[in-house]
């Protein structure tokens, strides 16, 4: 069964499918669909988790092997397989079909993917999964839905947006699904509920100037760690909020991850960088010396840093402050020191 994204919270509350697929390229879809199955999961009894990430020479043997050992400390298991590439390769592939065939007992299976093309979704290992579980596409929302996102989004904020707030705020978030659940947070933080006009929003949302947000994503692509702090120092001094410059970071994170995942399933990375640089060719060597440095594993780690500093800028996380986590997020970023030219310093 597939379904998009957003009705995943209805299958959820039909009762849990013991494997669910979630693949699409949009980050917060993803993220999110992620969220709701584990938390499901932990609801209905899965305490025990394992996570296999596959990536080289993988062991499908034990993966398989670990599917079929019963758990010694819990009743019911999670299992995470995580596919960056979204291709298993011939020996993962008929792993996957095995699996499929015959799921492991009181596991309930989560497979992470990227956007697969049409040929791999034909394939026999993602039919046999297609069949055996629930498909949950994380796909972007197309800009002429993007107001109708933005509106059920504040709804259960408890806010009620004018359309032309809800056309300003899709015209600002240019598509970035999270960069607009970030200004639908500051949002809920600022107003009270009711009715939200364009000028309630204009006074709310606080923009960070674009040469700082340049920098900033210049400095992760660079790996240069101690420019990324001084720029978050600046703006943290200036009285900017963490809010407001996180999307911008977590943009510049979510193109490497796009573009890497791109990469590791063949595609052209001189193709990609036109593709998306075509007016902008003094940021391409960054970029590509960044991808050239980072394995995805590292890229995802990022990304789960950077939820853990939009639940502590909340106050949904009280384990550390957002602004240091912002610094230490810099610091996974530095590249180690072999020419001045690879750091772009």
């Known amino acids: 069964m597939n379904i998009p994204a957003d009705r995943l919270p209805e299958q959820l509350a039909r009762g849990l499918a013991a494997l669910y697929v979630v693949t699409g390229d949009e980050p917060l879809a ?16 899965h305490t025990e988790r394992s996570v296999h990430t596959v990536q080289g020479k993988y062991n499908w043997q034990g993966l398989l092997a670990s599917g079929d050992t019963l758990s010694l400390f819990a009743e019911r298991r999670l299992a995470e397989i995580r596919i960056p590439s979204g291709k298993p390769g011939v020996d993962g592939a008929k792993a996957l079909e095995t699996y499929a065939g015959k799921l492991p007992p009181d596991t309930l299976t989560l497979i992470s993917l990227p956007d697969i093309d049409w040929k791999t979704r034909q394939s026999r290992w993602f039919a046999a999964l297609a069949r055996a579980g629930v498909v949950v596409e994380a796909k972007p ?27 300003f705020l899709a015209d600002r978030v240019e598509g970035n699904l999270l960069a607009a659940q970030q200004e639908i947070d500051k949002l809920a933080l600022l107003l009270p509920p ?33 420019r990324f702090a001084q720029v978050v120092i600046d703006l943290r001094d200036s009285g900017e909020t963490v809010p407001a410059m996180l999307w911008q970071v977590a943009s510049a994170v979510q193109l490497l991850l796009r573009l890497k995942s791109a990469v590791l399933r063949g595609e052209s990375l001189p193709g990609l960088m036109r593709a998306l640089w075509g007016r902008d060719k003094q940021r391409a060597p960054l970029i590509e010396r960044a991808l050239k440095r980072l394995e995805p594993d590292h890229i995802e780690q990022a990304l789960a840093l950077l939820a853990r500093i939009d639940r502590q800028s909340k106050g949904l996380d009280r384990c550390g402050d957002p602004w240091d986590s912002l610094l230490e997020l810099g610091r996974m970023f530095d590249a180690p020191q072999k020419t001045g030219t690879d750091h772009g310093r």
Request: aromatic share 2%.
């Open 30 to 45: 993803a993220q999110e669909a992620g969220d709701a199955i584990r938390a499901a999961a932990r609801a209905a009894g």
């Open 141 to 167: 929302v197309e800009r002429a839905a993007l107001p109708g996102w933005i509106e059920r989004r504040l709804a259960k904020q408890g806010l009620t947006a004018e359309r032309d707030a809800l056309g």
């Open 194 to 226: 009711g009715k939200v006009t364009r000028a309630d929003v204009e006074r709310a949302v606080v923009d960070v100037s674009r040469l700082e947000a340049d920098a900033l994503a210049d400095a992760l692509y660079a790996g240069n760690a101690a």
